[in-house]
């Protein structure tokens, strides 16, 4: 069956940087857009981008340009978001979700940024 | 960016009773492909959201047929029936027609 599995908990410094992952099984890893949301605590969902492990391209939410880079590693089938210059509002839960309409979602990584 | 609102922000039902969720966007969702892609999410306490429509009108699998989707344009609407426990949750809806992709934000469904 299809699994997104996140990395864990992260406690990160203002100004510093943060890298999480989501290891796919269960389908064709390189053949699907894999997409990242934000949650931010209390609040609804944004979407940040998507990658496409295939050939690499990525298309992001302008708002999150600068923030967020989004990579795939097609070998162990797992895409990362790396996010920089971190500030107390990137404090929030970042998802990735398979596919065109978000089939299916990882569990979720909850960033909390603070001194 | 392509607004979504969502209303109400909350509702309050029965177990067994309907209920519908209204979602309408500032413009139309109808792709240059012609497909409207105009989905619905629910958010269980502590959980990812989960899909439930795709398309405006498809329910993903192993989604009861308690749930439906309907509409056009920029106006769709999620309708539930035979509401039970596990239908509780926040309620989502999303357009992936124009970039940036946008939800809605929230509809939040309690029991009465």
């Known amino acids: 069956q299809v699994q997104l599995q996140q990395s864990g908990t992260e406690l990160v410094k203002p100004a510093s940087s943060v890298k999480i992952s989501c290891k796919a099984s269960?389908?064709?890893?390189?053949?699907?857009?894999m997409h990242w949301i934000r949650q931010q605590p209390g609040n609804g969902l944004e979407w940040i981008g998507w990658?496409?492990?295939?050939?690499?391209?990525?298309k992001y939410n302008q708002k999150f340009d600068g923030k967020a880079t989004l990579t795939a590693d097609k070998s162990s089938s797992t895409a990362y978001m790396q996010l920089s210059s971190l500030t107390s509002e990137d404090s929030a839960v970042y998802f990735c979700?398979?596919?065109?309409?978000?089939?299916?979602w990882g569990q979720g990584v909850m960033v909390t940024v603070s001194s | 960016d392509v607004v979504m609102t969502q209303t109400p922000v909350s509702l309050s039902v029965s177990l067994g009773g309907q209920t519908s969720i209204s979602c309408r966007s500032s413009?139309?969702?109808?792709?240059?492909?012609?497909?409207?892609?105009l989905y619905w999410y629910l958010q269980k306490p502590g959980q990812s959201p989960q899909l439930l429509i795709y398309?405006?009108?498809n329910r993903f699998s192993g989604v009861p047929d308690r749930f439906s989707g309907s509409g056009s344009g920029t106006d769709f609407t999620l309708k539930i029936s035979r509401v039970e426990p596990e239908d509780l949750g926040v309620y989502y809806c999303?357009?992936?027609?124009?970039?940036?992709?946008?939800f809605g934000a929230g509809t939040k469904l309690e029991l009465k």
């Open positions: 413009q139309s969702l109808v792709h240059s492909d012609g497909n409207t892609y």
């Open positions: 990658i496409y492990p295939g050939n690499g391209n990525t």
């Open positions: 269960g389908y064709t890893f390189t053949s699907n857009y």
């Open positions: 999303y357009q992936g027609t124009h970039y940036p992709y946008t």
């Open positions: 979700a398979r596919g065109t309409g978000l089939l299916y």
């Open positions: 398309k405006v009108s």
